[in-house]
C-alpha cells in the first residue's frame, strides 16, 4: 500500500489556439502525502493553475487537453475516469477552494442551496441532516451566528466571509485531498492570515492532504511542509521547505526568494527583481527555458534542457549546475 494519496507523473496538459500549441503542463510529476501541506510556487503564467485544474480534470476542452501521463488518487488513474466517475470524486473526495468565491459561488442561490445540495449529493443524506452539517462547517470556520447567516446570499459576505464559505464547502463532506488556488490572492493582509491559518488548523483536524498554490513565498513558508517550484510547465525544484529556504538549489528559487521584501535591509535600499521575462509556452526551447534569465548560465544550458537531478534525499532539481552531485546521488 503507498504512503502517498495522490501520485502524479509526466502530465502534460496543452491548449491548441490559433498561434499554436500552449504547452501550459509540460511533465509534472510530485506526489502528496496524507496530512501534510504541499506547497506549488511560481510566477503568474508558469502552469500552478492548469496544473490544479488537470488534477479535477476541470480542464476547459476545448482547448484544452490532457495529452499524457497520469493522476492516481489511492492508486486508481483519475485520467481513465468518466465525467460521471470524476462526480463522485469531486468535492467528495477532492475539493477546490478557487482564487475568486464571487466567481465560484452562485449569485443567484442561497449559500444554504448551494452547500446543502453538494452535501446530500455526496453524503447521501436527507435536507435536514445535511442543513446542520452545513450549519456546523460554518461555524467551523468561524462564521458568526450561522443558522441565520446559511440563508443569505453570497454579496451579502464580505470578500474573507465568501471565502470561509467556499472554505466550509470544500471541507463539508470531508474530502482526502483539498486544493487551495491562490486562496488568499483578493483580500487584505489581515484575512489573508486568518484564512491561512484555518486552512492549517482544519487540515490538522481532519487529516486532510492539501495542495496550496500560490506566489506567495512568505505564505508557502509559513504553511507547507515540502514545496514544488515551477517554471515553464516544469517543476525545476522539489525540496522541504525549510530545506528551501535554508540553501536554494536552483537559481530560479534563488531569485525568487530575494525578490521577497524583507525587514532586516535598509528601506532605501531597491528591491531585487528578476531580468526579463517567463518564455513563450507556444514555443519553448529545446534547453534549459532559464538560462536567458539565469546569472549563472553555462553553455550546456544553452544547448540541452536539464534532466530531474536527486541532489538529496526528498530534493530534486533541473539545473546543470549540479551535474556531478546529482549523478552521485542518482547512481
Partial sequence: ???????????????????????????????????EILGIVGESGCGKSVTSLSLMKLVPSPPGK????????????????????????????????????????????????????????????DKEAAKKRAIDMLSQVGIPAPEKRID???HQFSGGMRQRVMIA???????????????????????????????????????????MITHDLGVVAGMCDRVNVMYAGKIVEHSPTYELFEKPAHPYTEALISAVPRLDRPSEERLNSIPG?????????????FY????????????????????????????????????????
Fill in 169 to 211: 464547502m470544500a471541507l463539508s463532506c470531508d474530502p482526502h485531498i483539498l486544493i487551495a488556488d491562490e486562496p488568499t490572492t483578493a483580500l487584505d493582509v489581515t484575512i489573508q492570515a486568518q484564512i491561512l491559518e484555518l486552512i492549517k488548523e482544519l487540515s490538522s483536524k481532519f487529516g486532510t492532504s492539501v495542495i
Fill in 66 to 125: 490532457i495529452v499524457e501521463g497520469s493522476i492516481k488518487y489511492k492508486g486508481h488513474d483519475l485520467i481513465k475516469y468518466s465525467e460521471k466517475d470524476m462526480q463522485k470524486i469531486r468535492g467528495k473526495d477532492i475539493s477546490m477552494i478557487f482564487q475568486d468565491p464571487m466567481t465560484s459561488l452562485n449569485p443567484f442561490l442561497r449559500v444554504s442551496t448551494q452547500m446543502i445540495e453538494a452535501i446530500m449529493l455526496h453524503q447521501k443524506t
Fill in 292 to 331: 536567458p534569465r539565469c546569472p549563472k548560465v553555462m553553455d550546456i544550458c544553452k544547448k540541452q534542457s536539464p534532466p530531474e537531478f536527486k541532489i538529496a534525499e526528498d530534493r530534486t532539481v533541473r539545473c546543470w549546475l549540479h551535474k556531478d552531485k546529482g549523478e552521485e546521488n542518482n547512481g
Fill in 152 to 154: 443569505s446570499y453570497p
Fill in 1 to 35: 500500500m503507498s504512503n502517498y494519496v495522490l501520485e502524479v507523473e509526466n502530465l502534460h496538459t496543452y491548449f491548441k489556439t490559433d498561434n499554436g500549441v500552449v504547452k501550459a503542463v509540460n511533465g509534472v510529476s510530485f506526489k502528496l502525502k496524507q496530512g
Fill in 277 to 289: 521575462q517567463p518564455p513563450n509556452l507556444i514555443n519553448l526551447p529545446d534547453c534549459c527555458p
